[in-house]
Each structure stands twice: as C-alpha cells, then as structure tokens.
C-alpha cells in the first residue's frame, strides 16, 4: 500500500516538474534555479506520507456505516499550505460528495458512509497542494462481508479403520476468509483441530479413526474478520456413528440334494468381535436387473453364513451383501463384491412343446411326417437336456422309439392314425411326455378358434381367441413374416388348452406383417386352424403408391394405383391421400379407402396440368409416392364429333332442302334467273305487232326489274292484220314513248335504219315522230337501251333499233318451243347463267357499250327472217359481250370445279347440239346461232 | 535405579502418549473438586466393558502377530513369551467397583507405557511388519480411551483426582533380543491380564 501511494504521489510531482520545465523555458535562469530547488524539496518531503487513514484496514459488514478520518502532518501542511478543509476524498477514483466530510479539527477531516455495499473499496484521501494541484496523501482498502452463520446440522460418520468425517451447513455466503474448524475432545482431553479446506467448508475429515466406546464431543467453530460462532456441541459414541467395512469374501456354494439352495459365507469385518452387525442381502438372477432381498429379520444377527432358499434349479444368482451395527445405529456398509453361484439341476419340469408338419412329398401308402419340437426354456429344463426321447404308436401294440438329439424327427408314416410322444432328459431325470396325435390321413380337421385377435401391447404382439365348445388339449401358435420376396417361414409356439390369450415367444421385428395361425389340437388330431394379420409395431410405409392415370377426361381422371407390397407397408394401410394441384392453385387432398385401387378426380379444368401425389398411411404415419402429372383434354372424348356431325348433318340437310327446294321452284327460280327467251326462230311475224302491248306488265318499274333480262327486251307482238288494239303494247309502247320523251329522245323510233346504224341521235330524235307513223311497214323489234351504267350518264346516246321488218317468232305462244327452250335452259348451269343475268338485271346500262351492237350492223344485209334472228342474237351477243372472253374464262374456271365441272362442259357441248338441232328442226340455214356460240362464247337461250 | 528407570519411563510416556492419557492421577479425598471437560455419559461402565471387550478380542491376535516375527519365538512361546512380568500392577477382582477403578487404571496405565516401549522397538526392528504396527497402535488407541472412561468414572462419581502407577521396564538400553523378550512376555502377560478384567468387569 504505501508503494503505491509513492508511486501516486511522485507520479503527479513528475507532472509538476514538466511543467516547471515548460516554464524554465520562458523564465530567467534564476526563476529556473529557484524552482528546480523547490522541486527537489517537495519530492524529498512527499516521500514521507503526507498524512495517514484510520482506520488502516478495515473490514466492514455489508450494509453498516463505515467511518474513516484523515490526519495530516505539521510539516506537509506547511509545505503544501493546506489544512483539513482541503482534503477531498475519493472512493474507486470517485471523488466522495463534501457533504459526507466532517472537519474534525485544522489537521483532520472525517468520511462517513452508510449501507456500505460494496465488497472491495478503495477509499482515498487527498489534497489540492498550492490549492490547485491534486495530491494523494493516503489511501486504504475498506473490505465488506458479513459474519459467519453458526454452522447447522453437524453430523459425523466413523469409517472403519479409516477416519472420521463431520459435515455440516455452514449457513450464508460471508465473503470473507472464513475459517471452518472441527473440534473435538474427550472428557478427559482434548484433541487437535480440524480446519475445513477452503473448497470445502462444510465438512472436514479427521484423519485417523477414533477410539471407540469413548464419548467425543464435536462442534464446528466458524471464524472471520467480523466474528466467530460455534455451532452446537454433539456428543457421541464413535461407535454408534461407524460405518463398516464391507464384508468381504462372499462365496456361493450349491447343494446337490437340494437345486433349490444356494449357501452363502463371508468374512465379516473386523468391527465385529466387539460390536453385533446386521445384514442386508440381496440376490438376481443373472439376466434379471433387479435385487431380491433376503428378510432382513432373518439377517439381524451377526453370522457369517446364509442359506438362500426356493431358488430355481440350474439357474444362476448373483448375491451380495452389506452390514452395519445391529442396534441400528451408525451406517451400512458398502455392498459388497458380487458373488454368483447356480443352483443344482433337478428333472425337467414341464413336457416340451411338440408339434409335427406333414411334408409334401407323398410316396404311395406312406406320408413323411416332420415332427418337431422346442426346447425347454433353462426354467423348465432344470439342467442341461442331454436328449429328447420319441414314441411313435400306430396301433396299441406297436411302438417305434427314437432317441434324438435335435429337435426334429422326420419318420415316413402310413396312413393311418399315430399318436406321438416326447420326453425331455437331463442328468436328474425325464420331463413329463408331451403327447400328439397324428391323424389318418382321411381326417377331416374342424372346430376352429373363433374371434381370432392379434394386438400389441407392451412391446409384445398378444393373440386372443375364443375356443370352441369342444375340449382342446392344447393350441398350436404358428407366424411368420409376410414377405413378397421371401417364403413364409412359420415359427410356432404351444399354449396350453385353458389359455385363450397369449404372446408369441420370438424374436419379433418392428414394421413386419405376421401372419399368425392358431390352430386347437384335439384328442383326435388338429382342429381348422385359423389366420390372422398383425404387426408388433407398425410405421409409416417406406415407399409410397404409384399413382397413374387410367383415363383422363376433360373434366375428371380416373387414378388407379397398385396396392403396395406388404415389405414396404409397414402396417395396415388405413387410408390414401391424394394430392393434387395445378400449377398455381392450392392443393387439394382427397382421402381414399384403402381397399380402393382406382379413383375419380371430378371437377377438374380442362387443358390443365394436374400434379398428383399419393400417400398411404397407417396408423403410425404416411409416405408419399413420386409424384405424377397429367393434362386435361381441351374437349371431351366424343365432343368434337358431337359438335361436327351435327353440323355436317345441318349442313347437308340444308343443303338437301335448298336442293330440293330449287327442284321443287325450279320453275320459279328460272322464271327469275333464267327466264325463258323467246326463241325468235318460232317467232311467227303474223302475230307480232309492234302495237301489240308486252306480254308482260311493265306498268311498274319494280316488275320490270324483277323481271330480269326483260328489262332489257320487250318483245312487241304485231298483228299485221288485226286490227284488234291491243291495250297492254300500245300501252307498253306509249311506256317507252313516255320514257323517250322523258329521257329527251333517246329511244329510238321503230323502222329505219338499223340501230347500229341510225346511232346518231340527231337522226333519233328528228325523225322520232315521223318515224312512228311512217313506218306503219316496219316492224320495230327493238327497245332502246338508254340509261347509263351505274348512274353514269352515257358519253355516247345508244339507238338499238331494228330495221329489219321481219315479224318477231311468236315463239312464247308454242309450248313445244318453249319446251325447247326449257331444254336448254336445263341443260345449263344454273349459277352462271343466273349470275350472268343477274349482272345484266343489274347493269341494263351495259348495252352502253356500242361494241356490242356493231355485230349485228354487219349482218344487216341478210333477210328479214336472219334479222329477226339476229334481234335475238342482239340480245344474246349483247350480253355476251358484255363479259366477253371474261365470260368464257369464267366458264372455264366453273367448269374445272369439281361440283360443276363435267356437267357445265357437257352442257356447253350440248348447247352446240341443241343449237345445231334448233337450226335443223327449222330446215332452214340457220347457221349464225352455233357461230354465235363460238365466236363470242354465247350460250343459247 | 528404580527411580531412574520411572524417570525415564515417564519421559517416554510424555514423549510417546498424547498429552493426559496415561497421565498418573493423584488419588485425592473423595470430597476433592474433580472435574472433566463435559460430563460423561451415562453408559460409561457399559462402555468400558466394551473396551475390554475389544482388547480382549484383539488381545491374541496382537500376541500372535508379535510372535510371528520369526524364530525362535514361534517354536518357544511358552518358555520366551511367558507372562514372568514384575512389576505388574495387581489387581483386585472381589474389590467395590471403585478399587476395580483404581487397578485398572494403574494396569492400563502400565500396559499403555510399555506398549509404547514395544512399539518403538518394533519400528525400529520390524519397520515392514505393519499389520503388527496396526494391531500394537489400535491397541494403544483404545487403551487411551479405556483411561479416559476409567478417569471420568474415577473423577465424575468417586472424585479420585490422582492415582499412583508404575511402569515396566525401560528396554532402550536392551540388545534387541532382551527388547522383543520383554515385548513378548508382556504381550503375553496383557493377554493374560485383559482376559481377568473382562471378567471383573
């Protein structure tokens, strides 16, 4: 401590004289030499404590007021010009609050503290030298803890021959260096102490062992830097405290008069020839785990050897003992070191389990029949088996014996009835015989067990059953593991014939399926037996289903799966699961009976893809199989050809309506699209009139349009001769006068010249009154055509007028020339003729192209009759004109498709027939009509 | 000579007992203040039997074990270990108990000195012989406790403060042959004696 306060206090004179250096450098030399002489002075005094602390070391109990003073001294007062009011005192480098001072006088200050907590405090006293410079005159180290506890619950144990060990509480944790000492006296004197070791304050060990019938009085005296307490004084016999050495020596010794003895002898300590000892002794067998004791009353005196009796013979026991004072008082012992001794044997004490198989393979008249049996369990066999003895009986007089060594006997037996027997032989004697019997072979086995249970329980796989009313002798147990890849190899057990619940006796596996047959034997031979399944422990499976799909639907899939094999069921399998999503929805679980092997998934989306995974679980848990994926058709099975064969049907039946309909309206659709035109060959000029009103009415302008090609023709009939008026032309004819007044002239007048020729409209127009009283000789056969295509105006006026004064065929009036025509009309495609003339009901202002009336100029020169013809040729060329080679391209095109192809071509062909025919049949050189046909591609009317 | 050898068996009882075992006792009036560390306990008679007990039971074995060391005590027992030792305390069995207190006592008192007398020579002849060590030292030990009892019945009940003893001879001075002599013939001589006092007692 006052090293380190030197080492303090010079440590801050150090700090003065660098300072004083500082100043050196800037003071005068003298300055400099007066303060190195001052220097010098203060470290001579400061080496000698300014002052002191007292107390000097103090230890304090936790949580009292502790007081401490500082006194200075005369001289370092003076030095240091300071007195009492300038100590300051710090605690662990804090500096304590003023208000905790008290100046006792000019040399002393005081420092009081209350619940003092702290275990360890440095307490400090100091100064401000020349009122500025802190100083550390002293310094002392204040320790806290608290008294010791009286020690509680001082107890000693005397080990033999050895020492003596006191114990004892010693109560609250001080936090000081307290000592622990055991002492100990006589009445008579005293003995030397005994100081607990420090890692150890509750009990000390006397090293050597105390005199024994000689009361000694022991107490524990505890002692620290705050005080000293004794516990309570115990007085005591060593002997009564004693624990004994163990009794050593322990041997096992069998009796072979009795197998059911063991003697036991010991050497007992030495404590013993002066003191009575008691025994414990306990004993196991030699697999057993737990002690059985021997009744301590009958060990409650001191001997040296036991006779253990009712033990089982030829079995092995391990002993061992331990003692202590037989009043009770002191300790037990040790246990001793095991001994172990068996007992002698005695005669097999129950008939072995005997049971027989019946092989296979037959030889005629004679059946090889396996028997087999079990070994004694060491319990009942009582000794070693040296043999096992078999009596076959086939008839009440005949016996067969067999010594065997084994456990089996196989003995090629008639068919008759035997009846067997077994005895098990050991160095004592022979076990009880086991008797069977083995029935004829025309035995007819019955009465089975009923109820037939198999359960775990215990860690054990028990069996139940309900007997028959019949009396059983015994049951046979047989089981094996349930293996697709290996065969059942049965083990078996015997039960006798009043137990009806059991457990099988072997080495059973976890997560194995057993099949378990229990079969009653009767006085005749073996009953029916009877099969169960059961597992001793089941888990979960170790693989999962595979599940596929059998059909997959748009909406649903049928799953099906393959029951699992029974090595990787592990248990009964309760139940499926199975999982199935889509890509991005939730999965949904669907729980399946287990006998199930198939299953319907509804309610799926079509043209998606399903994951599916499948679990089978049994009561201990699930396995998943590998998961599996499949797509839903966009369109259920059958749904294309619902939708399609429907439709083709529609399609076809309308069809064959429309067919038949335009059959049935044939006549009408051809009065429309393909109407009949006169056929200017049967015309006869006796009954033409260009005065003769149309035939047909064209007091509306909507009929005169529905009508087709007629827009573009009027057909005036003319009765020379008749001077009958005929309202419905001369209507027709003022008709077109109107519209030519109407259309400023641009019809033409009848007679004159041609319209080809007479196309000036200046002649048209001059002449159109003239013209129509002047050529009261002329027969006019033709309708202009004025309007414009499509609303256009014509750039050109058009005249259409016939000079020729040849009478048009009256060719309407004569059925079998209309037959003709509708020869013809039948013997052309309908469609292209109809669009033809649609486009021509449509466009009338076609015969705007001048073109098509320049043919007809050229054959003006040909008699009336060929002008009339040519009237009709007119109209015809008119409108073949109007398509042109377009029309014939057309044509072409038509009759290449394969509806209309052949038919169309053989029509054309049949046009030229029939226009050839229509020339002969009127014997006349008709033959501009089948030049038409080629030239421009015409097509008859 | 007498009172030099007691002089130097009491140095070796103070040398070789622990400090007020064996200590000779001044017999005072009955009337004289007595007193023990803690009073003693009420079984203290049963207690000093069993003390007898204990010696006598260890007694021969401690006697053969002496005798064991080797030739020719073995073979001459009788003639080398016979129990010829003077001195010896007498005893009076047909005494009041508090006579039988006194001599045994002072029997105890010279068995304990001379036991330490042969357990010092057998150190140093013997030094491996430990189960004789053990034996002579577990003998000594219950003699110290038989005193202790003797005394707090002497003091707690006949208030007798102080008892004359004497001591056996002092063997230091003996060759080794005379020491294991005098050592035989008073193991053999305790074993004779112990046997009598477990019957007085």
Not at chain 1, 543 to 566: F, S, Y
Not at chain 1, 750 to 759: A, D, F, P, T, V
Not at chain 1, 929 to 937: A, E
Request: charge should be neutral; glycine fraction near 6%.
């Amino acid at each position: 401590m006052t090293l380190n306060l030197r080492t303090k206090k010079i440590y801050p004179t150090g700090y003065f004289i660098k300072y004083l250096y500082k100043m050196l450098t800037l003071w005068t030399r003298i300055v400099q030499a007066s303060f190195i002489f001052l220097a010098t002075e203060s470290i001579g005094v400061l080496l000698d404590p300014c002052g002191h602390i007292s107390p000097e070391s103090p230890v304090v109990q936790l949580g009292s007021n502790f007081t401490a003073v500082c006194v200075l001294k005369e001289k370092c007062m003076d030095n240091f010009d300071v007195n009492a009011d300038n100590i300051f005192w710090k605690t662990n480098h804090a500096t304590v609050p003023k208000e905790q001072y008290t100046i006792i006088n000019r040399t002393a200050s005081s420092v009081s503290f209350t619940d003092i907590s702290s275990l360890n405090t440095q307490l400090t006293c100091n100064i401000y030298a020349f009122g500025q410079i802190e100083q550390n005159v002293y310094g002392i180290t204040i320790i806290s803890g608290l008294p010791p506890e009286k020690p509680k619950n001082l107890g000693c144990i005397v080990n033999e021959e050895k020492n003596m060990m006191c114990q004892w509480d010693p109560g609250r944790k001080t936090y000081l260096e307290t000592n622990y000492t055991l002492k100990s006296e006589w009445a008579t004197e005293k003995f030397a102490d005994c100081k607990a070791k420090r890692d150890t304050p509750n009990s000390c060990t006397l090293d050597y062992s105390p005199v024994y019938f000689v009361n000694i009085e022991v107490w524990v005296e505890a002692e620290n830097a705050l005080g000293k307490i004794t516990s309570d004084h115990i007085n005591f016999d060593p002997i009564d405290k004693v624990k004994p050495n163990p009794p050593h020596n322990l041997s096992v010794r069998n009796s072979e008069e009795l197998s059911s003895i063991l003697k036991l002898a010991w050497i007992n300590p030495s404590i013993k020839t002066f003191i009575g000892l008691k025994y414990n002794i306990q004993y196991r067998t030699k697999d057993a785990s737990t002690w059985s004791q021997i009744p301590p009353e009958d060990t409650s005196s001191t001997r040296s050897s036991f006779t253990v009796q009712d033990l089982k013979p030829f079995t092995e026991y391990v002993f061992r003992i331990r003692c202590m004072k037989n009043d009770g008082k002191g300790f037990w012992s040790d246990w001793s070191e095991e001994a172990s001794g068996i007992t002698y044997e005695a005669k097999p004490s129950k008939e072995p389990s005997f049971w027989y198989k019946i092989e296979p393979s037959h030889t005629h008249g004679y059946r090889p029949v396996k028997l087999i049996w079990k070994t004694l369990p060491p319990f009942e066999a009582n000794g070693k088996i040296l043999d096992y003895e078999v009596t076959l009986t086939r008839w009440k007089s005949h016996f067969q014996n067999y010594r065997v060594n084994d456990t089996k006997l196989t003995v090629n037996l008639t068919n008759d009835r035997y009846i067997a027997t077994l005895t098990a032989r050991n160095l004592v004697g022979r076990s009880d015989a086991s008797v069977l019997t083995i029935p004829a072979c025309d035995f007819q086995a019955a009465h089975p067990v009923t109820n037939l249970k198999a359960f775990p329980k215990d860690n054990k796989l028990w069996v139940e059953w309900t007997a028959s009313n019949e009396s059983v002798n015994k049951y046979i147990l047989e089981w094996c593991v349930l293996s697709d890849k290996s065969p059942c190899i049965p083990d078996w057990q015997q039960e006798d014939g009043t137990i009806h619940l059991t457990y099988l006796r072997g080495n059973l596996m976890e997560s194995k399926c057993y099949l378990i047959t229990v079969t009653p034997v009767y006085d005749d031979g073996p009953g029916s037996p009877e099969s169960i399944r059961a597992y001793l422990k089941q888990a979960a499976p170790s693989k999962g289903p595979t599940v596929r799909t059998k059909k997959v639907g748009k909406n649903e899939a049928v799953l099906e799966w393959d029951q699992l094999p029974v090595d990787v069921q592990n248990g009964f399998i309760r139940n499926y699961t199975i999982l199935y999503k889509t890509a991005l929805g939730n999965e949904t679980a669907v729980n399946v009976n287990s006998s199930h092997t198939e299953y319907t998934l509804s309610s799926l989306t079509s043209d998606t893809l399903y994951m599916v995974r499948m679990a089978a679980y049994t009561d201990e848990g699930g396995m998943y199989g590998p998961d599996f994926t499949f797509t839903t058709p966009k369109f259920a099975q059958g749904e294309i050809e619902a939708i399609v064969v429907p439709v083709c049907l529609g399609f076809l039946l309308t069809t064959l309506l429309g067919v038949l309909f335009c059959f049935n309206k044939r006549d009408l659709i051809k009065k429309h699209i393909w109407p009949n035109v006169p056929d200017p060959s049967k015309s006869h000029i006796a009954q033409w009139s260009p005065h003769t009103p149309p035939r047909h009415n064209f007091n509306s302008k909507d009929q005169m349009y529905s009508d087709g090609n007629f827009t573009d023709v009027s057909v005036v009939e003319i009765e020379v001769n008749d001077k009958k008026p005929l309202p419905e032309d001369l209507k027709s004819t003022d008709l077109f006068k109107k519209e030519k007044s109407s259309t400023e002239g641009h019809s033409s007048g009848i007679g004159g010249s041609s319209c080809m020729s007479s196309s000036r409209p200046s002649i048209s127009s001059s002449d159109e009154n003239e013209s129509g009283q002047n050529t009261s000789s002329t027969v006019q056969y033709s309708t202009v055509v004025h309007s414009g295509y499509r609303h256009q105006v014509p750039s050109v006026q058009v005249f259409s007028r016939s000079e020729s004064t040849q009478p048009l065929l009256d060719s309407e009036e004569r059925p079998e020339d209309l037959q003709l025509v509708d020869n013809v009309d039948s013997g052309d495609g309908i469609l292209p003729r109809q669009q033809y003339f649609k486009q021509n009901c449509s466009q009338p202002e076609t015969s705007q192209d001048i073109s098509h009336f320049e043919r007809p100029k050229h054959v003006s020169s040909v008699s009336e009759e060929g002008f009339v013809r040519l009237k009709q040729q007119q109209i015809s060329d008119h409108i073949s004109q109007s398509y042109g080679s377009g029309q014939m391209k057309m044509f072409q095109e038509i009759s290449t498709a394969d509806d209309f192809g052949p038919g169309t071509e053989g029509e054309v062909e049949r046009f030229e027939t029939v226009g050839m025919e229509t020339a002969i049949d009127e014997g006349m050189p008709k033959s501009y009509l089948p030049q038409t046909v080629r030239q421009g591609g015409y097509v008859p009317q | 000579m007498k009172v030099l050898a007691a002089g130097i068996l009491s140095l070796l009882l103070v040398l070789h007992w622990k400090h007020g075992a064996g200590s000779p006792l001044p017999i005072t009036p009955d009337n004289a203040t007595c007193t023990t560390r803690h009073p003693c306990p009420s079984n203290l008679m049963t207690q000093i039997r069993n003390q007898l007990l204990q010696l006598n039971s260890s007694a021969s074995a401690l006697f053969i074990a002496y005798t064991a060391q080797g030739e020719p005590f073995p073979s001459n027992v009788d003639k080398l270990c016979g129990p010829n030792v003077t001195d010896f305390p007498t005893f009076h069995a047909d005494g009041t108990e508090k006579d039988k207190l006194v001599d045994l006592y002072r029997i105890i008192a010279y068995l304990g000195a001379s036991l330490g007398n042969i357990t010092r020579d057998q150190k140093a002849l013997n030094p491996k012989d430990q189960n004789l060590h053990s034996k002579l030292s577990s003998t000594a030990d219950t003699m110290r406790g038989l005193l202790s009892n003797v005394l707090c019945r002497l003091c707690n009940k006949y208030h007798v403060s102080h008892v004359d003893v004497s001591y056996g001879p002092d063997t230091s001075g003996k060759d080794v042959f005379q020491k294991k002599k005098l050592g035989c013939q008073l193991l053999g001589k305790y074993k004779q004696v112990i046997a009598e006092l477990v019957q007085a007692f």
